[in-house]
């Protein structure tokens, strides 16, 4: 147990340095700032684009960030064999893959967590520099309702980033890991449409396998509550806890077959 | 008890997608490390070697077979905290310092604080990285990080030292300095298993090696059983005589070959007497500039070994 | 000079081949269904990106001289935006108003004003100001009969502002008078959440003023024509006569013209609050 916060740590400690996550971070940054100038063309709406667009921006980058961290850190390590030092030391090989998953969930949080900060400054600007009388119908610039969002985004992420680090423990080539993690989290979005394949396509059978598969891949959909938010609408607490407790289980999931996985596998 | 030991240990591997066929890496590896010895595991390229050091460090399974370290089975986590691993060519983590590199692994080991800095600190010293140990790994040359590599393989004072090829990537000053660290080790009483293909040194260091072609063993014992002290001839170098006078001195059948700037190579057969050929040379009034017996050296008889492995391979 | 004739190219290029990309080009995806499916969970910002699209197509469109100007695109538009964020508020209402304007300053399409308010009473039916749009679309188009039936609707939506069901008697009864106008628009002064929508209540209200000024001031004329045998010539003379103190200025400040072969009495052209609608269109 000991061992497993220690690999986190120290996955952590490499993982958060690394320079490719502050281009991609502060290209999010960038993007929330000038979104400023967009909202000036959308006669009254300038504070729902700008909410709209940092949410879409954590959203996509974050998601950039999961799958480099996932299946481009993991493959490079094993690549470049750096894995060979650790993996001779007292340290299990459960141990030293769960510790790994944490230690990435870690420096996607801290990564997550400075995007999310700069959106709530931009929002902040905005609401500050609000010229008195113009539209402020709707929920306030740096509504922490927001945060719900946020929140559920870092689920979701945290997900990606497990299926990412289960392709890669068996994976050797890193493009085909972080094809087939954002395969899935696209084929995650249509939930909707697979659970009602039946409205759209007659045979019995295309429509059993379309909702067996709606049960079994992750569905990603239920993460996007980025309208509701934006909206003023309420997320109650409950669907709050049930997407969290889905996302938690199908980590552990993805976990243990990793584990199982990367117990067994040569490095040659 | 054995420092190491395999029985039987063999792996192959399934290569192709369509219709894999079976690779051997290694077949029925036999063998056996008493303590305190410096064990040269040699090869030419694709022989095992490092099959054989990831199958003990169980980074692969064996297909069949099996091996213990110090009494206990391969794999066993707790022996491992009594050995060290040097990988062949190492990388470790870009975005950390060497200092860092090694206080992580300490900890892995289980040591703290106080004691902790100070073996790290000690360990780098002795591998001899000064203040570069606080620069990232990223920015080091590949001898620095072979030394990182030891660093870390001795940071627990280990019993026995895996070492996969050692002096790979070293200059001149760095391959002496691993084969001072490595007799040290010897002096402490580790165990140092090492493989390579740097025969000479393996022959000035070892006490027992064993020789590995195609996955087999193709033989194993102490330097000076395989390779018994036995002269076979004498190699001089010879200035300021004439071509005709050098032919004298070393008499019909020997070997004669003229290096730059008026100097010539001689080489005796076995059966000629050195000193009848050094009191021609003073005959003839040139120089002798070196005397140097030829002896059957470990190459030659890993070459030879390895001929035959192969022959026997193919026919 | 290969530089020039590259700028010359696109120059030939946008002149002759603009009108047929503009239409593509705007709406990149025809189905909604399909924009809704590309585009992820990233449908709130594309919507977002439609809307300013959009925008910026009707104000193109309605600065536009040219004589065959048409707003198409308008529907499709607002469609897809709001297929896209079933929430967009504005996109549903601004959408409307434009949708059921009158050429040339909007589409003149009543129904599908109406249709876009529909799509919204069904993904928020918790919303009373979408049947509240309705009415007044058909208030526009002088159906008060509907119009008051769908005031009505809006009021029982749980939640609804409590001026609606008078608003509802109002039109019912007195059916495009003066009052129901006079009603709306001191509702829109009051309550509307957009500036331009205020400043034109405004200007409604003082034109309505204006009207009532004028029945006033052309009761006098006639009070004066049967003392005096004629219309009064000029306001001084109605001054004189003791009708008035001053010369009568409308609401927004301009003097109010006399026609002196009938006695009527008409808003100045020089004021902002020519032309007086009639009674039917606010």
New interface residues.
């Given amino acids: 147990m000991r061992s497993t916060l220690l690999v986190a740590i120290h996955v952590f400690r490499d993982s958060v340095r690394d320079k490719v996550l502050y281009s991609i971070v502060a290209f999010a940054i960038i993007l929330m700032a000038s979104s400023f100038l967009m909202g000036q063309l959308t006669a009254g709406q300038d504070v729902k684009i700008i909410k709209d667009l940092g949410l879409a921006a954590m959203s996509l980058f974050g998601l950039f960030i999961a799958i480099f961290i996932g299946v481009g850190l993991v493959s490079r390590e094993i690549e470049r064999r750096s894995i060979y030092a650790v993996l001779a030391k007292p340290v299990l090989r459960h141990e030293f893959i769960v510790g790994k998953y944490l230690g990435l969930v870690g420096t996607l949080f801290v990564n997550l967590a400075v995007m999310a900060i700069a959106y709530y400054g931009v929002l902040e600007y905005m609401a500050l520099t609000l010229p008195a009388g113009a539209f402020t119908g709707g929920p306030p610039a740096t509504d922490p309702r927001l945060l719900l969002a946020v929140g559920l985004i870092g689920a979701e992420l945290a997900l990606v980033t497990a299926i990412a680090l289960f392709w890669s423990s068996f994976s050797s080539s890193a493009l085909l890991s972080a094809a087939f993690t954002a395969g899935l989290w696209v084929a995650g979005q249509f939930g909707a449409d697979l659970r009602n394949f039946d409205q759209v396509v007659a045979s019995p059978v295309a429509v059993w396998l379309a909702r067996g598969l709606y049960y079994v891949l992750p569905n990603f959909a239920a993460f996007d509550i980025k309208a509701q938010v934006v909206h003023g609408a309420t997320v109650s607490g409950d669907y709050m806890a049930a997407t969290l407790a889905y996302a938690m289980a199908y980590i552990a999931m993805l976990i243990v077959a990793a584990v199982l996985v990367f117990s067994r596998r040569d490095f040659k | 008890m054995d420092a190491i030991r395999t029985e039987g240990l063999t792996k192959h591997?399934s290569v192709g997608f369509w219709r894999p066929r079976p690779y051997v890496a290694l077949e029925g590896l036999d063998l056996e490390v008493a303590p305190g010895e410096i064990f040269g595991f040699l090869g030419p390229n694709g022989a095992g070697k490092t099959t054989t050091l990831?199958l003990l460090?169980?980074?692969?399974?064996p297909t069949s077979g099996r091996a213990e370290i110090l009494g206990r089975p391969v794999g066993d986590?707790?022996v491992?905290?009594r050995?060290?691993?040097l990988?062949e060519?190492?990388?470790?983590?870009?975005?950390?310092t060497a200092e860092?590199l090694l206080a992580?692994?300490a900890?892995?080991?289980?040591f703290h604080g106080q004691e902790r800095a100070t073996r790290v600190s000690r360990i780098l010293d002795e591998v001899g990285l000064g203040a570069e140990r606080r620069f990232q790994l990223r920015k080091y040359s590949k001898g620095m990080l072979q030394r990182v590599?030891l660093a870390?393989a001795l940071l627990n004072d280990p019993e026995v030292v895996f070492l996969d090829e050692p002096m790979s990537g070293l200059d001149p000053l760095g391959r002496r300095d691993v084969r001072d660290l490595i007799l040290r080790l010897r002096d402490r009483g580790t165990t140092v298993f090492f493989s390579s293909h740097i025969l000479s040194d393996a022959e000035t260091l070892c006490s027992r090696v064993a020789i590995v072609a195609h996955g087999k063993l193709v033989t194993a014992g102490s330097v000076a059983e395989l390779v018994p002290f036995r002269v076979r001839g004498w190699d001089l170098i010879v200035s300021n005589l004439t071509i005709a006078q050098v032919h004298d001195v070393g008499g019909p059948d020997a070997v004669v070959r003229e290096i730059a700037d008026g100097r010539h190579h001689v080489i005796l057969p076995e059966a000629a007497s050195l000193d009848s050929a050094l009191s021609r040379v003073t005959t003839h009034r040139g120089q002798l500039l070196s005397v140097n017996p030829v002896r059957d050296t470990l190459e030659d008889y890993f070459l030879a070994r390895v001929r035959q492995a192969e022959r026997r391979e193919v026919g | 000079m290969l530089a020039g004739t590259v700028v010359w190219l696109q120059m030939y290029r946008e002149r002759h081949f603009r009108a047929a990309e503009a239409a593509q080009q705007i709406l990149y995806v025809q189905s909604p269904a399909v924009m809704k499916r590309l585009a992820l969970s990233f449908d709130a910002v594309v919507a977002d990106l439609y809307w300013i699209r959009t925008i910026q197509y009707y104000g193109g469109t309605r600065l536009s001289r040219d004589p065959d100007k048409h707003y198409d695109l308008l529907y499709p538009m607002l469609d897809l935006t709001t297929t896209l964020d079933p929430r967009f508020s504005i996109a549903y209402r601004f959408g409307a108003f434009f949708l059921s304007e009158r050429a040339p300053g909007g589409a003149g399409r009543p129904d599908l004003a109406i249709a876009l308010l529909k799509k919204a009473m069904a993904t928020s039916p918790e919303s009373w100001e979408y049947p509240y749009d309705i009415g007044f679309v058909y208030y526009r188009y002088a159906q008060y009969e509907q119009a008051a039936d769908w005031f009505r609707r809006a009021a029982k939506v749980p939640g609804a502002t409590n001026w609606l069901e008078p608003l509802a008697a109002v039109t019912l009864a007195a059916g495009g008078k003066l009052e129901a106008s006079r009603v709306l628009w001191q509702n829109l002064l009051a309550n509307g959440d957009q500036q331009w929508l205020r400043r034109t209540a405004e200007h409604r209200l003082q034109q309505l003023d204006a009207i009532d000024e004028i029945q006033r001031l052309q009761s006098l004329t006639a009070a004066y024509e049967a003392r005096h045998g004629a219309p009064p010539p000029t306001w001084e003379h109605l001054i004189a006569d003791g009708a008035l103190r001053t010369v009568p200025r409308d609401p927004a400040g301009q003097p109010y013209v006399l026609n002196p072969w009938w006695g009527l009495v008409t808003v100045s052209q020089d004021s902002p609050l020519w032309p007086l609608p009639t009674e039917r269109a606010p």
């Fill in positions: 591997y990831k460090m169980q980074l692969i399974f986590v707790s491992r905290r050995i060290g691993y990988p060519n190492p990388f470790f983590y870009d975005n950390l860092e992580y692994f900890r892995l080991f289980g590599g870390q």
